[in-house]
């Protein structure tokens, strides 16, 4: 995967929703903050999928709710002329927390704290290397094995089928193994930005 090449055209298709909050008068940083909230309910419904399996399925529709929501707000500031590096400390620090909530949530509802702690590591390193590519002079990183756009698509598919299948293979649920996949290729996607940032400082 990445689908953060197609970046464009999902901004291109949330025109309508920018259109929309432009008349009503919502601001870019109340639609971040919303979509962390929507972040943190899925975290706490899928902490709770442990009790009540299908929430689950809340959990997913909250996910793809705080990345319709992260996408709204950034086009929303380009509309507005508003965009500023503030607005995007702002939005960056609301989407890693986002993805801590998220991650956590997941693997309390398995138990699998630590493979939790390697799954979030992979994400954090992930982001980070991205921007700080920018940092140090580069263009921000998007691309790789596993961007934003990826972890909530997998997020989305793999929580939806976790309500519905309690089998195990190799010991692990479903949900264990996106946890393995984040924590695996989250830290390869981390190195692969880590290579291509430092053959461009070169």
Do not use: C
């Amino acid at each position: 995967m990445t689908l953060s090449s197609f970046r464009n055209i999902a901004e291109r298709m949330m025109q309508p929703l920018v259109a929309g909050a432009v008349r009503v008068g919502v601001t870019p940083n109340a639609i971040s903050f919303v979509a962390l909230v929507m972040a943190a309910g899925a975290g706490v419904s899928f902490g709770l999928a442990s009790e009540q399996q299908l929430l689950y399925l809340l959990g997913a529709a909250l996910v793809i709710t705080n990345g319709i929501l992260d996408l709204l707000d950034g086009g929303l500031a380009r509309e507005l002329g508003v965009e500023s590096d503030a607005g995007d400390m702002f939005d960056h620090v609301f989407d890693r927390y986002a993805d801590i909530f998220v991650i956590a949530g997941l693997a309390t509802s398995i138990a699998e704290y630590a493979l939790g702690f390697a799954a979030i590591t992979g994400v954090l390193m992930t982001s980070y290397l991205g921007t700080q590519a920018e940092a140090v002079g580069l263009d921000r990183v998007y691309g790789g094995l596993l961007g934003r756009a990826d972890r909530l698509a997998l997020v989305t598919i793999v929580a939806i089928a976790a309500a519905f299948i309690e089998q195990k293979l190799y010991g692990l649920p479903i949900v264990g193994w996106l946890l393995v996949v984040f924590a695996v290729v989250g830290h390869l996607t981390a190195l692969q930005r880590f290579y291509y940032a430092m053959r461009a400082l070169r």
